[in-house]
């Protein structure tokens, strides 16, 4: 690049030279008058410094036209949009999580089996239904949990509403963070918290607005962006073909992205360099895909005790050595840290339906009764089924009598919904 020694000297040669044009006879300047000229085109200091360290003073008048960090004319680049981090809504997936987290070990005397749920027909216990297909509601006094079983659902607590739609789309709204996220599933979607909005479209194109660091920046998928630095005054433009504008620094180049830039000063001065055409804005990436919710895999435990145990032939008063057997139970629930238990009772076929409709409840409520005496700080509920779910068949195939079938039918059943 020229010094200021000989920008000086070439506009006195060419006013020089149109003076001479003009009609007006002069001797051409000598060699040493060139010189004088161009010096008390300096202040004395400048002049005598720039006699003395020429490359100094050129490196000082280049820094003076160049940005920061870059060369003469050169326009930094439009800064990537920064993807947020959305594990938010994938590491939610907890949220959704309905089935029990534990496994309850066999004890003595008890019968302890993972919950069968046939898919129909719902077990629901202290505001849980599981439907045994892969679905279930949880609802209590710290939110809601809907699992549709086909990988989508909604979970509603004090922290967040998050609706995850099984195809990769989804929302989050915090309700403490400020957070909110929109995945539409396709790579786009929005972000925005107290600080910083997120915009990402289609092909490539998205926005950022950082209201920390005062960066705007626009990218248009197609080379094209802005770049704005509020705090600093700072704008960049990328037409996307080479070409392109920067303002700030006390500068302002435009790129004409055919190898020159012309640098203007806020002084006024101007200049023209070479320079590299611009290279393309880049594009605005994409969001990862949302995870779909996985289906419950369990609808809970089931405790079973057999009525022999517990009560005499066709009476619902428990026996005295029941009260051993229901400890074992209490001592389960303890282990399990179970919040809460249905107790069903079940009778086989033999009698009258509403009469074992009857004596099934009976039972039922026993059983509860006497955990809730042993001082049991699960919450219990009963319920009976009378002979309507067996678990055996109450006679063979000829029609005679099961005796060990309907003993198996028999029975007294704890559930423990997942949790």
Do not use: W
Not at 57 to 63: L, V
Not at 312 to 335: C, G, M, N, W, Y
Not at 370 to 394: D, R
């Amino acid at each position: 690049m020229k010094s200021r020694i000989t920008l000086a000297l070439t506009s006195l040669s060419l006013g020089l030279s149109l003076t001479a044009c003009g009609g007006t006879q002069s001797a051409a300047p000598t060699e040493n008058e060139a010189g004088e000229a161009a010096e008390a085109a300096q202040s004395p200091a400048a002049a005598e410094n720039a006699a003395e360290n020429p490359a100094e003073s050129a490196d000082a008048e280049d820094s003076a036209l160049a940005v920061p960090g870059y060369a003469v004319g050169e326009i930094p680049p439009i800064p990537q949009i920064a993807i947020p981090d959305i594990s938010l809504l994938n590491s939610s997936n907890d949220s959704f999580t309905i089935e029990a987290g534990k496994t309850l070990t066999s004890i003595p005397g008890i019968k302890v089996t993972p919950a069968k749920c046939d898919g129909t027909s719902l077990i629901s216990s202290s505001g849980t239904i599981l439907n045994g297909d892969g679905s279930g509601v949880s609802t209590g006094k710290d939110g809601s949990k809907i699992n549709n079983g086909d990988g989508s659902g909604v979970t509603n607590d004090k922290d967040a509403t998050i609706i995850n739609n099984g195809d990769g789309a989804g929302t989050y709204t915090g309700k403490k963070n400020g957070v909110n996220i929109v995945n539409n599933g396709d790579g786009t979607g929005t972000y925005n918290d107290k600080q910083f909005n997120v915009v990402v479209n289609t092909g490539g194109s998205g926005t950022s607005d950082d209201s920390t660091t005062g960066y705007k920046i626009v990218l248009n998928g197609d080379g094209s962006g802005t770049f704005h630095d509020e705090k600093n005054d700072i704008e960049i433009v990328n037409n996307g073909d080479g070409n392109g504008t920067y303002h700030g620094h006390g500068l302002e180049i435009i790129n004409h992205g055919d190898g020159k830039a012309l640098i203007t000063s806020d002084a006024g001065a101007t200049t023209t360099v070479d320079a590299e055409p611009m290279a393309k804005a880049p594009t605005a990436g994409s969001l990862p895909p949302m995870s779909a919710i996985k289906p419950i895999k369990s609808c809970g435990t089931t405790i079973t005790l057999e009525n022999e145990v517990l009560f005499d032939f066709d009476k619902s008063d428990l026996r005295p050595a029941a009260t051993d057997t229901l400890q074992k139970v209490d001592q389960a629930f303890s282990e399990l840290k179970a919040p809460a238990a249905e107790v069903y009772g079940h009778t086989d076929a033999k009698g009258d339906d509403d009469y074992n409709q009857k004596l099934s409840e009976d039972r039922a409520a026993s059983v509860e009764n006497k955990l809730k005496e042993l001082g049991t700080t699960t919450k219990l509920s009963s319920k009976g089924f009378g002979e309507t779910k067996p678990v055996a068949a109450n006679e063979n195939k000829d029609g005679s009598d099961n005796p060990s079938g309907r003993q198996l039918n028999r029975r007294v059943e704890i559930f423990v919904p997942a949790f």
